[in-house]
C-alpha cells in the first residue's frame, strides 16, 4: 500500500474545488459586469468583512452537521450576545471603569463568550442528556432568544459604538503590521512544511519530491501575500477578519487532529459503530453544542462592534446563512462529512453575491431569488459530479 | 396440471457472485396446506421467498414457478404485484408503520376513496370484518405502537388477507413471540386453513414443524433435500436432513494448546435495555487462554445479545458474574471492556462495524486514538504507522489507506473490522458470526487469522450460525437455546446433530 496518491485527492476534494471555481466565476461575472470596480480594493476589503460574522457561526455549524444535527438558534444568539453587549459597554462598564475604553472592551469580549457559551451548554445539555432533537431544541432556542434580546434592549436600539470596543469589528491593522503579520504566515508555513518532511521521514514513510510540497505552500503564500497587497491598498486588513482567521485555523485545527474532532465525524458517518468504539455519544454531542455557543458569542461581539450599535433585529436569518454556507461548502446535511474551509468559502460566495448584486443595484427582492438559485444550483452541481464518479 | 398444486417450483436456480444461494431447487406445494420450509441459517430459504415476492423478478433467476397454473412473471420494481397475485409474506421485521392504526395499516398505499378524501368508515369497518373473521382480538382503531409483537404480527397477517391472499408466507413467525401468542398463532393458522388459504411456514424450529404442517421441504445449501409429509418424519430425521453433508477441506488446521481459564461468565442474567423483557436466563460458560470457544444457537436463542451484553452495550445485567483472570469486572460500555482488554468484532459489519464514508485509516484508528492522542493532538503520523502494521499484518487488500472502507469487498472490509479491535491489544477476542457474507477465500484467510492468533495467547469466542464453522474451528462449543446456555461441548464429543439437539431446544426441555 503506498501513501497517497494524487487522483484519489483530487476526487476526494472535488467539492472544494468545485467551490473555488464556483467563487472565481461569480467574481469574474461581477468584475465584467462592474466594469473592474468590483475587484476594487476597497470592495474585497468590504466583502471579507461582511462574511466575517457568518463565518464564525457557519464553522461552528459544519460540525453540528456533521453529528447530524442542526442549530436553528445560532443568528438569534449571535443578536442576543450583540444585545447584551451593548448594554454592558453603554451603562455597565461606564458606571464601574470609567474612561479605561480597552479594559472595557476587552470585558465585553469575555462577557459576550460567556453569554453565548452559557446559552449554547443550556441547548446542548437538552440536545445531549434529554435527548430532544436538536431542530426543535434550537427551533425553541430561537424564540426564548428573540424574547431575550426584546428583554434586553426593551424595543429600543443600543448604541455600542465607544472608541476601543469599536476597533473589534471596524478597525484596520497599520499596513506594515499587515506585511509583517503575512510575512509571519508565510514563514510559518514552509517551517510547517519541513517540519511534516522530518516526521514522515522519522516515521519512515516515502517523501513527495520537494517541488511539490514547495508548489503547494508557494500557493497559499501567494493568496496570503495577495489579499495583505489588495487590503493594504485600501485602509489594511481588518482586525474582524483577522479574528475570524485565527478562529478558522483554530476550529479547522479541532476538527482535523483532536480526538474531539475525529469523533464528530465518526459519530456523524455512524453512530452505533462510533458507540461500540468506546466514544461517548451524549458527551461528544454535549461539547459540539458548546463549541457553537462560544462561536456565537464570538460572532456576537464582532457583530456588535461592527454595526456599533445592538437592534431588536440583530443576527435574524444568520442561521439560514450559515447553513447554506455549509451546504455550499460541502457540509453533508446527513452528517458525517464537512469541513470548516468549505463553510468559509461558502460564506464568501454568499457576501459575494449579496455585495456584487447591490453594486449592480438589483431589487432586494431579485437579490433574494438569485441567491436562493445559486445555493441549489452548487448542490445540483456537487450531485451531477458526485454521480458521474 | 394437477388441480392440487397451487405453487411448483421448477428447477429454480438463482446465483450471487461467488454463491449459489438456489441450485436447481423443485418441489410442489399444494392448495390449502400447511408447507413447512426449513434449514441453517443460508440454506436458501429466504433467497426463495424473495422470489416469490419480486425481490428478485422474472429474469432475474433461472427456472419457473407455476402458480395456479400459470407461470408466476414478477416484473421488476413492482412490489404490489406480487400481493395482487395473491402472494403474501409476512416477514420476519415487521413492516407496519408504528404511528398508524391498525386499520390505517391494513389499508396503506389502496386506501379507499370518495373524490379524493379517504373514506375512513369504510376503512374501519373492513377492517372490523376481518378481524371478526379470523377472530383476532385486535381493535381497528388501536395504534400499531401500543400492540404487542403477537398482536402485530397479526396485524400484519390481517393485512395479507384483506388482500385477498391465496398463499400466505411466515418467515419465522414465532422467533419473537411468547408461548401463548405462538399458540395463538397456530390457532389462527388453522382457521385460515379450513378457510382455503395456503400456508408456506418457514422455521427452524422443529417443534413447530411438527405440531403444524401437514408437509415439510427442506433446504440445504441451496438444494432441497427432500420433501415429506410430515407425520413420516422424526425429529431426527428432519435434523439429520438439514445438517447431513460431509466436512470438506474448509478449515486451516491450527496448533492450539489451551491454556488455564482466564474468563469465565458464571450464571448471567441480563434484561433487555428498552423492552424490560429478561434476554439472558442464566448463561455459564469459560474460556481457556488460547482457546477458540464457539457458540452455537438459532436466531432469537440470545448470542448476539450475550456477547453484546458483556462487552457492556446491550443488555442490564441483573444477575452472574464476568470474571477476567478471576477479577470480576463491572463493564458499562465497550470503552470500559477494552481497557479491561474485551474486544468485539460486531454481528453486522455495516451497522456496527465500520463509519463506511470514512478511509481504512480511520475506522482502524477510531476506538485506538487514545493511543496517539493527547488533548490537544492527534499524532497523525503515528497513528498512520501503527494502523499500516496491523493492516499489512491482517493482509487488508487496497489501494492504500486512504480509500473509504465502503469501497472494499466484505472479506476485506471484515479484516479492517478486525483490525480496528486487534490494535488495542485484546485478552479476549469476541467475534460474532465473523464470516458472515464473505467469500470462501476471504473465510479462510479469516480462520487462519483466528488460527495465529490464537497461537500468540488471545482467547477468541466466536459465534457461528454455521455449523461447521463451528466445529471446524472450535475447541469447545457452548450451545444457547432461548437465552440459556444449555451445555458446553467438548470438539471431540460435538456433533452437528448433538448441536442441533441441544440448539432447537429438543434435548433441554427433558
Not at chain 2, 302 to 325: A, S, W
Request: aromatic residues 8%.
Amino acid at each position: 500500500m503506498n501513501i497517497s496518491s494524487l487522483g484519489k485527492r483530487f476526487r476526494e476534494n472535488i467539492q472544494t474545488y468545485i467551490i473555488i471555481i464556483l467563487l472565481i466565476v461569480i467574481w469574474g461575472v461581477f468584475a465584467v459586469v462592474t466594469e473592474g470596480n468590483y475587484l476594487s480594493s476597497q470592495n474585497i476589503s468590504n466583502l471579507f468583512r461582511q462574511m466575517a460574522v457568518t463565518s464564525f457561526l457557519a464553522a461552528g455549524m459544519v460540525l453540528v452537521m456533521v453529528i447530524g444535527g442542526i442549530d436553528l438558534s445560532v443568528g438569534k444568539l449571535a443578536g442576543f450576545v450583540s444585545v447584551v453587549v451593548a448594554v454592558f459597554q453603554r451603562d455597565i462598564w461606564v458606571k464601574i471603569i470609567p474612561d479605561q475604553p480597552i479594559l472595557a472592551a476587552g470585558l465585553s469580549v469575555i462577557v459576550g463568550l460567556l453569554t453565548g457559551l452559557a446559552f449554547g451548554s443550556f441547548q446542548a445539555y437538552i440536545i445531549a442528556y434529554l435527548r430532544v432533537p436538536s431542530f426543535i431544541t434550537t427551533l425553541g432556542g430561537q424564540f426564548i432568544l428573540n424574547g431575550g434580546i426584546l428583554l434586553v434592549t426593551q424595543g429600543k436600539t443600543i448604541a455600542a459604538n465607544q472608541p476601543g470596543f469599536s476597533a473589534i469589528g471596524q478597525a484596520y491593522l497599520p499596513t506594515n503590521t499587515g506585511w509583517i503579520i503575512a510575512a509571519g504566515v508565510v514563514a510559518l508555513l514552509f517551517v510547517l512544511m519541513f517540519r511534516d518532511r522530518r516526521t514522515k521521514v522519522k516515521y519512515g514513510f516515502t517523501l513527495k519530491p520537494i517541488y511539490q510540497d514547495i508548489l503547494k505552500v508557494a500557493f497559499f503564500a501567494v493568496l496570503v501575500l495577495l489579499y495583505v497587497y489588495v487590503v493594504n491598498k485600501f485602509k489594511g486588513i481588518q482586525v474582524p477578519v483577522l479574528i475570524l482567521a485565527m478562529t478558522v485555523i483554530v476550529v479547522s485545527y479541532i476538527s482535523t487532529n483532536t480526538r474531539f474532532g475525529r469523533y464528530a465525524y465518526a459519530l456523524g458517518g455512524n453512530r452505533e459503530a462510533a458507540r461500540l468504539s468506546g466514544i461517548n455519544i451524549k458527551k461528544q454531542t454535549f461539547l459540539v453544542f458548546v463549541l457553537m455557543g462560544l462561536l456565537c458569542g464570538l460572532g456576537g461581539v464582532v457583530l456588535a462592534s461592527y454595526v456599533g450599535y445592538g437592534t431588536i433585529s440583530a443576527g435574524g436569518g444568520y442561521e439560514l446563512d450559515a447553513i447554506a454556507s455549509c451546504v455550499l461548502g460541502g457540509t453533508s446535511t446527513l452528517g458525517g462529512s464537512g469541513t470548516i474551509f468549505g463553510a468559509v468559502v461558502g460564506a464568501l460566495i454568499m457576501a459575494s453575491l449579496n455585495t456584487g448584486l447591490q453594486m449592480m443595484n438589483v431589487s432586494p427582492a431579485l437579490q433574494y431569488v438569485l441567491r436562493g438559485l445559486v445555493l441549489v444550483l452548487a448542490v445540483i452541481i456537487d450531485v451531477y459530479f458526485k454521480k458521474s464518479n | 396440471m394437477d388441480e392440487n398444486i397451487i405453487l411448483d417450483f421448477q428447477h429454480v436456480t438463482k446465483s450471487f457472485p461467488g454463491v449459489v444461494a438456489l441450485d436447481d431447487v423443485s418441489f410442489q406445494v399444494r392448495r390449502g396446506e400447511i408447507h413447512g420450509l426449513c434449514g441453517e441459517n443460508g440454506a436458501g430459504k429466504s433467497t426463495l421467498m424473495k422470489i416469490l415476492s419480486g425481490v428478485y423478478p422474472y429474469g432475474d433467476y433461472e427456472g419457473k414457478v407455476i402458480y395456479d397454473g400459470r407461470e408466476l412473471v414478477l416484473k421488476a420494481s413492482s412490489i404490489k404485484q406480487a400481493s395482487e397475485e395473491g402472494i403474501a409474506i409476512v416477514y420476519q421485521e415487521l413492516t407496519l408503520v408504528p404511528g398508524m392504526t391498525v386499520g390505517e395499516n391494513i389499508f396503506l398505499g389502496r386506501e379507499p376513496t370518495e373524490m379524493g378524501s379517504i373514506t375512513w368508515d369504510r376503512i374501519y369497518s373492513e377492517t372490523q370484518k376481518i378481524l371478526d373473521e379470523y377472530k383476532l382480538d385486535i381493535q381497528p382503531q388501536d395504534i400499531v405502537r401500543n400492540l404487542g409483537v403477537g398482536k402485530m404480527q397479526m396485524t400484519e397477517i390481517a393485512k395479507a388477507l384483506s388482500e385477498n391472499a391465496r398463499v400466505l408466507i411466515l418467515d419465522e413467525p414465532t422467533s419473537a413471540l411468547s408461548e401463548a401468542e405462538v399458540t395463538r398463532l397456530m390457532e389462527i393458522l388453522g382457521t385460515l386453513k379450513q378457510h382455503g388459504v395456503t400456508c408456506i411456514y418457514i422455521t427452524h424450529k422443529l417443534e413447530e414443524l411438527f405440531r403444524i404442517t401437514d408437509r415439510v421441504t427442506v433446504l440445504r445449501d441451496g438444494k432441497v433435500v427432500t420433501t415429506q409429509d410430515t407425520k413420516d418424519l422424526n425429529s431426527e430425521k428432519l435434523i439429520q436432513h438439514m445438517v447431513g453433508r460431509e466436512m470438506k477441506e474448509r478449515f486451516p488446521q491450527g496448533n492450539r494448546k489451551p491454556g488455564e481459564v482466564i474468563f469465565e461468565v458464571d450464571d448471567l442474567w441480563a434484561k433487555d435495555p428498552d423492552k424490560g423483557r429478561e434476554v439472558l436466563k442464566g448463561v455459564t460458560f469459560n474460556l481457556r487462554e488460547g482457546e477458540i470457544l464457539g457458540i452455537a444457537g438459532l436466531m432469537g436463542s440470545g448470542r448476539t445479545e450475550l456477547v453484546m451484553t458483556i462487552f457492556g452495550e446491550y443488555g442490564k445485567v441483573t444477575r452472574g458474574t464476568v470474571k477476567l483472570n478471576g477479577r470480576e469486572l463491572d463493564i458499562s460500555s465497550s470503552h470500559q471492556a477494552m481497557e479491561a482488554g474485551i474486544s468485539l468484532v460486531p454481528e453486522d459489519r455495516k451497522r456496527h462495524g465500520l463509519v463506511l464514508i470514512q478511509s481504512i485509516l480511520k475506522n482502524i484508528s477510531l476506538p485506538n486514538l487514545d493511543r496517539f492522542a493527547s488533548f490537544l493532538r492527534v499524532d497523525q503520523h503515528a497513528e498512520l504507522v501503527e494502523s499500516l502494521k496491523i493492516a499489512k499484518e491482517l493482509a487488508v487488500k487496497a489501494p492504500n489507506m486512504f480509500v473509504p472502507v465502503e469501497s472494499l469487498s466484505g472479506g476485506n472490509q471484515q479484516k479492517v473490522v478486525i483490525s480496528k479491535w486487534l490494535m488495542s491489544g485484546p485478552k479476549v477476542l469476541i467475534m460474532d458470526d465473523p464470516t458472515r457474507g464473505i467469500d470462501v477465500g476471504a473465510k479462510y484467510e479469516i480462520y487462519k487469522l483466528m488460527n495465529e492468533l490464537t497461537e500468540h495467547g488471545i482467547s477468541i469466542i466466536m459465534i457461528s450460525s454455521d455449523l461447521q464453522e463451528v466445529l471446524g474451528m472450535s475447541d469447545r462449543v457452548m450451545v444457547m437455546c432461548q437465552g440459556r446456555s444449555r451445555g458446553t461441548l467438548e470438539i471431540t464429543e460435538a456433533t452437528q446433530e448433538r448441536i442441533m439437539m441441544l440448539a432447537t431446544g429438543m434435548a433441554c426441555e427433558q
